[in-house]
């Protein structure tokens, strides 16, 4: 079972440190029922390619087999498994290239979002719905699909072809996004998995699918495929990646960018520089939802104490999950503490904290139980620093489909502008001892201003004491 991923982006080396794997030094990972191998068939700074081999032991996959469920009562002893491309394929990418699938390269970081040119070649690709669904897959993501179609026996062509193809797929994209997408996609092709499909697997569906799953032409296929054909767990990740999706829909810049960053992560990273530019070690991400800000937060040593309160107890569950909590050690899982909880509600488990953050939260109350935040927030648990995002009402204008009135999403009970986000911000710093000041995130128009508002308060006479450590 091989899979090759080449490229001619100059210089095509560059591709290892993607990878973070010497061409010099084979390597081998170990499988739940064999091996993978990882080497470098050529490597020059015209073009690289890269190959992964699984060696599966047909025997392991016997000692391994769940009981139950096959159709054929022979299927442990005579399948195609160590030779096809299936889940095992996409079990040794996410092992093999995990570093390069989460966007993350220590020596060359400007590379993670550099756009290459690739050419991906699996030996052995089974398909269920051959060669239309296979296109159906990946010609939406922008893929050039070369499908060589494989006859169940040469010898007797009457037999027609069997669903088994060797395929070649381009496209210029990141190796992060390619990676992403034959992770979900090969085993969605075999319409199969080799493990149990649980609430886990909806996470790693929502986490390596949010960016390009929700506007694909067979997103619901491709979720039940990949889930087992379990639909409530299909329609649950499908849920979760279209609210992300709305999200974004929601911010998108109108004007055309060199190279646009999505501004809810933009926003998140703006947010947790702040965080440390204020020196607290005490932080809250309240109203954390699914966790995508903790995740930030969890890789900064600043921060000694990390809370996450979401009024949905089943974004905790996930964040819980995206977080791995429990895969990690000890001490650093008590790093974090998540609880379901609500701003307009008096919560003791919030004092003490020495910076809060609020993203994109404040929008989706009714104005009238503000009032229950500023008072559990600013005059209860009153943090040193609060950190505030909200959508800017004056940016609506620059959105296509903008009709007056309008809100950017329907679960906004209202969208502020400016000038009524800064007169709601004075009279808070006024009344609770608070300097605030006030910046714009994402792309800024000279007219109506950025696409999303901050506002930073800083607790009179903390200004000048951000280490201060009253956990």
Request: hydrophobic share 35%; with cysteine; glycine share 6%.
């Amino acid at each position: 079972m091989l899979l090759t991923i080449s490229t001619t982006y100059y210089p095509a080396s560059d591709l290892s440190y993607l990878l973070h794997k010497n061409p010099a030094r084979n390597q081998e990972i170990e499988l739940s029922a064999g091996n993978a191998h990882i080497f470098y068939p050529e490597v020059s700074d015209e073009r690289c390619t890269v190959a992964l081999l699984l060696d599966i032991d047909p025997i392991g996959l016997v000692r391994k087999a769940s009981p139950g469920g096959n159709d054929f009562a022979l299927e442990q002893y005579v399948n195609d498994r160590p030779y096809a491309a299936s889940s095992f394929m996409s079990a040794a990418l996410i092992k093999a290239f995990s570093t390069a699938m989460n966007g993350r390269c220590k020596d060359r970081p400007e590379l993670v979002s550099q756009q290459m040119p690739f050419e991906v070649r699996i030996s052995v690709l089974p398909v269920r719905g051959g060669e239309a669904m296979l296109r159906q897959l990946f010609e939406p993501l922008g893929y050039t699909v070369q499908p060589e179609h494989h006859p169940v026996d040469p010898a007797f062509p009457e037999w027609g072809n069997s669903r088994y193809f060797s395929v070649v797929l381009t496209n210029t994209l990141t190796l992060q996004d390619l990676l992403s997408h034959l992770y979900v996609l090969i085993p969605v092709c075999d319409n199969d998995k080799h493990y149990w499909v649980g609430q886990h697997e909806v996470e790693k569906l929502t986490e390596k699918g949010r960016d390009w799953l929700p506007s694909h032409p067979l997103k619901e296929l491709i979720a039940l495929r990949y889930l087992k054909h379990q639909r409530s767990l299909s329609n649950q990740a499908l849920q979760v990646l279209l609210r992300e999706e709305e999200k974004v829909a929601e911010e998108e810049d109108s004007e055309p960018a060199p190279q646009k960053v999505k501004v809810h992560d933009l926003r998140l990273q703006v947010v947790c520089q702040e965080l440390l530019n204020t020196g607290a070690r005490k932080v809250a991400d309240l109203g954390c939802g699914e966790g995508r800000l903790l995740r930030l937060l969890m890789n900064e040593k600043q921060f000694d104490q990390i809370i996450g309160m979401d009024v949905s107890y089943r974004s905790l569950e996930i964040a819980r999950d995206r977080l791995k909590l429990d895969k990690l050690p000890p001490k650093q899982a008590e790093r974090v503490q998540l609880f379901q909880g609500s701003l307009t509600y008096k919560d003791k488990r919030i004092e003490g904290i020495q910076a809060a953050a609020l993203v994109e939260v404040i929008e989706h109350l009714d104005e009238a139980r503000l009032a229950a935040l500023e008072r559990s927030l600013f005059d209860i648990a009153h943090p040193n620093f609060i950190i505030i995002t909200t959508p800017n009402a004056d940016y609506n204008v620059k959105f296509p489909s903008y009709e007056t009135g309008q809100m950017r999403h329907s679960d906004h009970r209202f969208e502020w502008t400016r000038a009524q986000f800064r007169t709601w911000a004075d009279r808070l710093s006024d009344e609770h001892g608070y300097t605030a000041t006030y910046k714009g995130i994402g792309h800024e128009d000279e007219e109506v201003g950025a696409l999303t508002q901050m506002a930073l308060f800083v607790r009179q006479g903390k200004a000048g004491d951000q280490t201060d450590k009253e956990v």
